[in-house]
């Protein structure tokens, strides 16, 4: 995926270490803080965030900007659209 | 003189105090070491006997036992509020002005349910993370007629992770005994995307909702509670009606630790994840190893209070207590830890109640995931007679 339109990242929450679910949880925490239009950066190393995020975004009905591999860490990026 | 203070009387607490103390027997004997546990009601409750007081099948009086009663001779007790811990000074001070020097300090200060962090928690949800909660929910399932039954969790982490699965199962069980099962829809609701942290044990959970009939939601966290229109709105804005509502409410650690610095504000101590000392920073720097964040040589957390992705469970304070103490005394004695208790290898074990009289084991450590045995009598019966013999045995590291 090409970051070539990737909006401003507002907030950036580093949940790096973090094991299956933290890296979720702390994204839904930081949401419910956030304001409609903010865009969120999740950094995890835990491999289930790849799948479980993405999940859970769609069914919350926000918006995924991308899952973009990092080094030694992947980076979600997430708009709260609700 | 050689000061232990231990602080909190739980089951990670005691235990640690106990096994310190024995370890310590001739330095305490020379007046050369002391072991001192700090706790705030002087009193120990068996937390995990909460459930079974909702089932009907525990009394609260049961649970609760004075905290001096289970200590070892050799450890004194003192019951106060700890206000601070001064790690720059090696001290604990405490509400009532009282401070406490120390040259090893083990702080196992637990969880606790803030119910307040969630609008409407209190007056809607029932629950059964303390005696009286759990009695109320006794009441309101023996009022319960028939309608819609929502098990939900507001928050991970939370005390016991499979307790709320064993209460949806045991609601289960119980309505169809009483004959409200057809009058009852049953929804569990899951804040991730399986039924249970732990893979192996969501592969064993999973089949069981489908056969109790029980509806089972993923990434649905509780979110809201709509007092108005009694309905749950979960984490990802989806409604779910209930007529009864069963809920785990938010956890966070004790507030001394984050007040004190040493936690950040969910209250989860930094903790290594085998020598179990409290590291200095929650998170390691940009390009630093987390094996390069210095730990506090002479302080030491287990049981609820750390941050170890680990159950937050007494089974978890029961495995740890053991390294922290043979660590405590090692430094106590002038010599390095050793044995088998050196290095914590995250081992927890605890039993699983699934209804019917059933249940399993789960015995995993940090390298092994559980391999949960097909639920049977056996794992019930053994769970009962754990529950009974808790007393005697587990505070005072006799099993």
Same mark, same amino acid.
């Given at each position: 995926?090409t970051e070539t339109t990737t909006p401003q990242v507002s907030r950036t929450i580093d949940a790096r270490g973090s094991f299956c679910p933290g890296p979720l949880m702390e994204l839904i925490r930081g949401m419910k803080e956030s304001e409609v239009g903010e865009v969120i950066a999740v950094l995890s190393t835990d491999k289930g965030s790849k799948t479980d995020i993405p ?9 995924? @900007?991308?899952?973009? /591999? =990092? ?5 979600? @990026?997430?708009?709260? /659209? =609700? | ?322 390294i922290v103490a043979e660590r405590v005394a090692a430094a106590v004695l002038g010599r390095e830890p050793e044995g088998k208790d050196a290095s914590y290898t995250g081992r927890v074990m605890c039993f699983f109640e699934v209804g019917d009289g059933k249940g399993t084991l789960l015995k995993f450590d940090y390298d092994h995931p559980p391999k949960p045995p097909k639920p ?24």
């Amino acid at each position: 995926m090409t970051e070539t339109t990737t909006p401003q990242v507002s907030r950036t929450i580093d949940a790096r270490g973090s094991f299956c679910p933290g890296p979720l949880m702390e994204l839904i925490r930081g949401m419910k803080e956030s304001e409609v239009g903010e865009v969120i950066a999740v950094l995890s190393t835990d491999k289930g965030s790849k799948t479980d995020i993405p999940k859970w975004v769609g069914k919350a009905g926000h918006n995924l @900007i991308g899952v973009f /591999v =990092r080094d030694g860490y992947d980076e979600i @990026i997430v708009e709260k /659209v =609700r | 003189m050689q000061r232990v203070v231990v602080l909190g009387g739980g089951v990670g607490g005691t235990l640690a105090a106990n096994l310190i103390a024995r370890k310590l027997k001739k330095p305490i004997a020379a007046g050369d070491a002391s072991v001192t546990v700090v706790d705030v009601t002087g009193s120990h409750a068996y937390q995990p006997g909460y459930m079974y007081i909702a089932m009907g099948q525990e009394r609260a009086e049961n649970l609760v036992r004075p905290e001096g009663s289970l200590l070892d001779h050799n450890v004194n007790l003192v019951v106060g509020d700890v206000t601070r811990i001064d790690t720059a000074a090696q001290a604990v001070e405490l509400a009532s002005g009282e401070r406490l020097p120390y040259q090893q300090l083990v702080i196992a200060t637990g969880s606790r349910i803030v119910p307040e962090e969630l609008a409407n928690f209190d007056q809607e949800a029932q629950h059964f993370y303390s005696a009286e909660a759990a009695m109320k929910l006794r009441k309101a399932l023996d009022a319960f007629t028939g309608g819609k039954i929502v098990i939900g969790i507001a928050g991970i982490p939370y005390k016991c992770p499979p307790a709320p699965l064993e209460v949806a199962f045991l609601v289960e069980a119980e309505l169809r005994q009483r004959g409200l099962r057809d009058k009852t829809e049953i929804t569990f609701l899951s804040p991730i995307n399986r039924a249970f942290t732990i893979e192996s044990v969501s592969e064993m959970a999973t089949p069981i909702f489908e056969e109790k009939g029980i509806r089972l939601e993923l990434l649905a966290g509780v979110g809201e509670i709509d007092a108005e229109r009694k309905v749950v709105i979960t984490d990802a804005f989806e409604e779910h009606p209930y007529d009864l509502l069963i809920c785990v409410p938010p956890h966070r650690g004790a507030q001394v630790v984050v007040d004190s610095g040493l936690a950040p504000k969910s209250g989860w101590l930094p903790t290594d994840r085998h020598t179990l000392q409290v590291k200095t920073v929650a998170k390691p720097a940009p390009g630093q190893a987390d094996a390069d964040v210095p730990r506090y040589a002479n302080v030491y957390a287990l049981g609820d209070t750390t941050d170890l992705p680990l159950s937050k469970a007494g089974s978890t304070a029961h495995f740890e207590a053991p390294i922290v103490a043979e660590r405590v005394a090692a430094a106590v004695l002038g010599r390095e830890p050793e044995g088998k208790d050196a290095s914590y290898t995250g081992r927890v074990m605890c039993f699983f109640e699934v209804g019917d009289g059933k249940g399993t084991l789960l015995k995993f450590d940090y390298d092994h995931p559980p391999k949960p045995p097909k639920p049977n009598q056996l794992w019930h019966l053994g769970k009962i007679v754990f529950n009974k013999t808790y007393w005697p045995t587990v505070p005072k590291g006799r099993v």
